[in-house]
């Protein structure tokens, strides 16, 4: 099982829809989770962390499920402005640093 | 405004030539690290660096080193660059390595004739 596991997409949907993301991760000791965004090869930028709770930021809503080791990204009302890759990100490997997913590109047409 | 900087933008290079790409963050974060990232492969971690003065290597450390000296720069060289070198390039930083977000500069676009 790869460490950080995502759906490449990409998802199409038009304007105002609801889009889910999920992730699978392999590491249960992972303690951190976040969702990053990355435009058209631009810089990946922090898009939210994900908290055991759950957490929501405006039209965005993450969730973790320890017991299966996935996270899920809701996205509401879904605008032009989200087209963009979205990644999966993990705390955990080898390597003292985050482990981030390839990637589920989101599509957003008028 | 704080936050990462990266240098050169871009660079067309020739095989064989040496390379430094640089990285400058002013956050004081203490974690800091260099990906590549090639289409269809995600982001690559390079090298890390926990703190200053010591360095890790990570998935696809071959042809590259790093150094940090201080705090703040965290340079990335190509000893002698190869085709296959070339890639988007991208430095982050983190206040605490391995749990902390990672806050990433805005990349160099790297090619190796």
């Known amino acids: 099982r790869k460490e950080v596991e995502q759906d490449p997409g990409p998802f199409n949907v038009p304007e105002g829809a609801t889009v889910a993301f999920n992730c699978t991760y392999s590491n249960s000791a992972s303690q951190s989770f976040f969702w990053y965004r990355q435009d058209c090869r631009k810089e990946p930028k922090l898009l939210m962390s994900?908290?055991?709770s759950g957490n929501e930021d405006g039209r965005f809503t993450a969730q973790l499920n320890r017991a299966s080791q996935y996270i899920s990204l809701l996205i509401r009302d879904s605008k032009l402005s989200d087209s963009a890759t979205y990644l999966c990100?993990?705390?955990?490997?080898?390597?003292?640093?985050?482990?981030f997913g390839k990637g589920t590109m989101l599509l957003v047409s008028p | 405004i704080a936050g990462i900087t990266q240098a050169p933008t871009s660079q067309i290079l020739a095989a064989g030539r040496r390379m430094t790409l640089r990285c400058t963050q002013d956050?004081?974060?203490?974690?800091m690290y260099w990906y590549r990232q090639d289409l269809g492969l995600g982001l690559r971690l390079i090298h890390y660096s926990n703190t200053a003065g010591t360095t890790g290597k990570g998935e696809v450390p071959d042809g590259y080193s790093v150094s940090r000296a201080n705090t703040d720069d965290f340079p990335l060289t190509l000893a002698s660059a190869v085709p296959s070198q070339t890639s988007v390039y991208f430095c982050?930083?983190?206040?605490?390595?391995?749990?902390?977000?990672?806050?990433f500069g805005p990349g160099t676009r790297l090619t190796v004739l």
């Open positions: 982050a930083s983190s206040g605490v390595a391995g749990y902390n977000e990672q806050f």
């Open positions: 994900v908290y055991s």
């Open positions: 956050m004081r974060h203490n974690a």
């Open positions: 990100v993990v705390s955990g490997s080898g390597y003292s640093t985050l482990t």
